[in-house]
C-alpha cells in the first residue's frame, strides 16, 4: 500500500509508521509537529510533509490514509473547547475534503465516544447512567446508581453498537471525526474504518503534559521522585493497550479496507480490565516508586468504568493483542531512552 499517514510523529503514529515500513508499506507522513507537543522540527525529507491537516492540500499517489492527527486528552480547561474541534473535527473534515480519488481510510477514534461503559442492573436490566453528579462525587459516591431505581450497578464490556455519548469536548470532537467520515464513505463510496482505542502506553508515551492518559502522568511522576496520585477511589476501571498491539491493529484495518463496507467500528483494547489503583501500584514497583496515594479528588469530564469488547476485531480481522500489562511495563522500562 501506499499511505498517508497523517500525525505519523506522535505516540501513537511513529509506531504505526514503524509498522507500516515492517509491512514492506510504502508511508508519506504528514505532521504539523505542533509547538505543544514537539520541541523540534526535523530537516525536510522525500517522505514527510510538514504542515497542517487543516490546510487543503492534494495527495498524488496515496491508496490509503490512516488519520491519527488529533489534538489528545480529556480538556484541561474549558478554555480548549474550541481547538479540539478546529483540530480534531475541522481538521478531519478538512481532510476529507482533500482526499480526492483515495477511498480507504483509518481513522484514530476513541473509546471515550461512548461515554460510560456497559451497566447492568438486577431490576432494570442494561441501563444507561447519565454524567455523575458534582454533589454525588464530593460525597465520595463515584459509582454511577441505575438511573430508574438508584441501586448498584455491575460494569461489563461495551460493544461497537452501543449508544455513544461523549462527556467532554475531546470525545465530542472523536465522534464528529467518525461522523463526518462516515458521511464522506456515503457520499464517495469510499471505506472507513474507526478503531477506538482504549488507554495506549508504551515506549514514547508523552512526558510531563496535563494532556497525556494517566500511565504517562504516573510515569512521569514516578520518575521526578513524586508519589502518583490516584484520583476517586482508584477503583474506577480501564483496559490499558501497548501502543505496539495498536500499531497491529492499524496496520491490519488498513489492509482489510477494500474488503470493508463503508463505515466500520472496531474496539481495540487488551481485555484485560485493570482499576487506576492497581496500575499507579504496578508501576511504581516497577520504578521501585513510592506507593500511590489514594485523593478522592476527581474530574467532572471523567466517567467511571469503560471497557470494552474486542471480540469484533478478533473475529474479523484476525487482531490478537501481543502484551499483557505485566509484560508491557516491562518493556516501557526497557526502553529507556524513549
Ligand atoms: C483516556 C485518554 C483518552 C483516550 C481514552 C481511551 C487522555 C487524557 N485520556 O481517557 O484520550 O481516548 O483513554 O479509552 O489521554 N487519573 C488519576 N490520576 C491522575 C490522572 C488521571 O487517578 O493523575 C484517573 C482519572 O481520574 C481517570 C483515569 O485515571 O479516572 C483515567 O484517566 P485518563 O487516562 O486521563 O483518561 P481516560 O478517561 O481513561
Known amino acids: 500500500m501506499k499511505v498517508l499517514l497523517t500525525g505519523g510523529a506522535g505516540f501513537i503514529g511513529r509506531h504505526v509508521h514503524h509498522q507500516l515500513l515492517a509491512e514492506g508499506h510504502e508511508v508519506t507522513v504528514l505532521d504539523s509537529f505542533r509547538p505543544d507537543v514537539h520541541s523540534e522540527r526535523p530537516a525536510p525529507r522525500d517522505d514527510l510533509i510538514i504542515g497542517d491537516v487543516r490546510d487543503p492540500r492534494t495527495f498524488e499517489g496515496i491508496d490509503t490514509v490512516v488519520h491519527l492527527a488529533a489534538k ?101 470532537s472523536k465522534l464528529n471525526g467518525e461522523h463526518l467520515a462516515a458521511v464522506w464513505a456515503r457520499e464517495t463510496g469510499g471505506r472507513v474504518t474507526a478503531l477506538r482505542f482504549h488507554n ?89 516508586g513510592p506507593e500511590p496515594i489514594v485523593t478522592g479528588q476527581y474530574r467532572l469530564g471523567d466517567v467511571r468504568h469503560i471497557t470494552a469488547s474486542s471480540d469484533r476485531i478478533k473475529h474479523e480481522l484476525g487482531w490478537k493483542p501481543a502484551y499483557d500489562l505485566p509484560t508491557g511495563l516491562a518493556d516501557l522500562l526497557g526502553a529507556a531512552a524513549d
Open 72 to 172: 489528545v486528552g480529556l480538556g484541561v480547561h474549558l478554555d480548549d473547547i474550541d481547538d479540539y474541534v478546529s483540530s480534531n473535527s475541522l481538521g478531519t473534515a478538512v481532510l476529507l475534503k482533500s482526499l480526492g480519488s483515495i477511498r480507504n481510510l483509518v481513522y484514530a477514534s476513541s473509546m471515550v465516544v461512548y461515554g460510560e461503559g456497559r451497566y447492568d442492573c438486577d431490576v432494570h436490566g442494561p441501563v444507561a447512567p447519565g454524567p455523575r453528579r458534582s454533589e454525588d462525587l464530593d460525597a465520595g459516591r463515584f459509582e454511577p446508581p441505575c438511573p430508574y431505581c438508584a441501586a448498584p450497578l455491575r460494569p461489563g464490556f461495551v460493544t461497537e453498537d452501543a449508544v455513544l455519548d461523549p462527556r467532554n469536548a475531546y470525545a465530542a
Open 200 to 288: 495506549v502506553y508504551g515506549p514514547g508515551m508523552p512526558r510531563n503534559t496535563p494532556y497525556a492518559g494517566v500511565a504517562a502522568i504516573f510515569r512521569s511522576m514516578l520518575e521526578r521522585g513524586e508519589t502518583p496520585r490516584v484520583f476517586e477511589d482508584g477503583r474506577q476501571r480501564r483496559d490499558f493497550v501497548h501502543v505496539r498491539d495498536i500499531a497491529t491493529a492499524v496496520t491490519l484495518s488498513a489492509s482489510a479496507l477494500p474488503q470493508q463496507p463503508a463505515f466500520t467500528a472496531y474496539n481495540v483494547g487488551s481485555g484485560t480490565v485493570s482499576t487506576i489503583g492497581q496500575v499507579a501500584s504496578e508501576l511504581a514497583r516497577a520504578y521501585d
